[in-house]
């Protein structure tokens, strides 16, 4: 990375010396505009032709592709694009970074590298996290006939054994953009039904999430998922009560269609700052409970 500081002389001429040199230091956005440039080149720098679909011809001589080649294929100015490997000072939209993100065959890592480096926030969900590690995935599967799953401060449903998987709803049927937990509480009616208080919890997660929402107000995802909630007027009459509380352990009551009434203690067990993605786990409050959960866990199995 080139290194662009600006030399001012400070201090009065003194006969026989010179004057001192200060270097203005870089500001965290230069720096990280330089580092975007870089980035982009080495990408384009790596992707050949035959990878986009492009004929290689006979006198090319810049490896990789050329930058009006990344500009035709993302829809942007060749000169603007030219501008960003130069790091110059532009703004660059979400839609833009998704579009260059796209012709450079990034992965999700070096997806999230570009919008970091861009300052910006990816408005496009991953259907895969990096949280579901497979020692996670493994921790779930162990705690079977525990109910047990992974979500994050959004209430998506990252991941879930098998008994969870049948506690309020068959999750397996439910599509992955429709996997949280205040969505399904206001749109699935088998989940809604499985809930024996659900105006209170309604209520607790609708104040969870406003909590939580605090440190995200600019998140397109966040964003997106408040206006789709906001569709329903349950929410709205729950969210306009302005109500905040944190997260507490407490116990849950469920009627499962295949085992009956459960009685549960729910706990979150955090994977990192408490503003982030946790386990939640339900453990049988009673014995006749513990015996309901290893009924639905055998028939999770069947299935």
Not at 19 to 28: F, H, K, L, R
Not at 35 to 51: C, G, K, N, S, W
Not at 230 to 253: I, L, N, Q, Y
Request: with cysteine; hydrophobic share 40%.
């Amino acid at each position: 990375m080139t290194t662009m500081a600006q030399e001012t002389v400070t201090g009065a001429a003194v006969t026989g010396a010179v004057a001192d040199v200060a270097v203005a230091p870089q500001t965290a956005s230069t720096v990280r505009r330089h580092e975007l440039a870089a980035f982009l080149r080495h990408r384009r720098e790596h992707i050949t032709p035959e990878q986009v679909g492009l004929p290689r011809g006979t006198r090319r001589r810049t490896p990789g592709l050329r930058r009006e080649e990344v500009a035709q294929l993302a829809a942007v100015g060749v000169t603007w694009y030219t501008w960003l490997e130069q790091a110059r000072d532009i703004q660059v939209s979400v839609q833009v970074l998704d579009a260059l993100a796209r012709t450079l065959l990034l992965d999700s890592s070096e997806r999230s590298h570009l919008f970091q480096l861009a300052g910006a926030i990816d408005p496009q969900p991953t259907t895969s996290c990096a949280v579901v590690t497979p020692a996670l995935r493994e921790m779930l599967d162990q705690l079977d006939p525990i109910p047990a799953c992974l979500q994050n401060a959004r209430y998506d449903i990252l991941a879930y054994n098998r008994t969870y998987g049948m506690l309020l709803c068959d999750m397996d049927e439910v599509p992955p953009e429709d996997r949280n937990c205040m969505i399904l509480s206001y749109t699935h009616e088998e989940w809604r039904s499985a809930i024996v208080h659900l105006e209170k919890t309604q209520r607790l997660m609708a104040a969870r999430f406003r909590g939580s929402m605090a440190g995200h107000l600019a998140d397109p995802t966040w964003k997106t998922l408040l206006k789709r909630l906001r569709t329903s007027p349950e929410f709205r009459d729950v969210w306009d009560r302005h109500e905040v509380v944190g997260a507490t352990p407490r116990r849950k009551e469920f009627r499962n269609t295949h085992v009956g009434r459960i009685i549960v203690d729910h706990t979150d067990l955090w994977l990192g700052p408490s503003t982030g993605p946790r386990m939640v786990t339900y453990a049988p409050a009673d014995e006749e409970t513990r015996g309901r959960l290893e009924q639905l866990y055998a028939i999770a199995q069947a299935r």
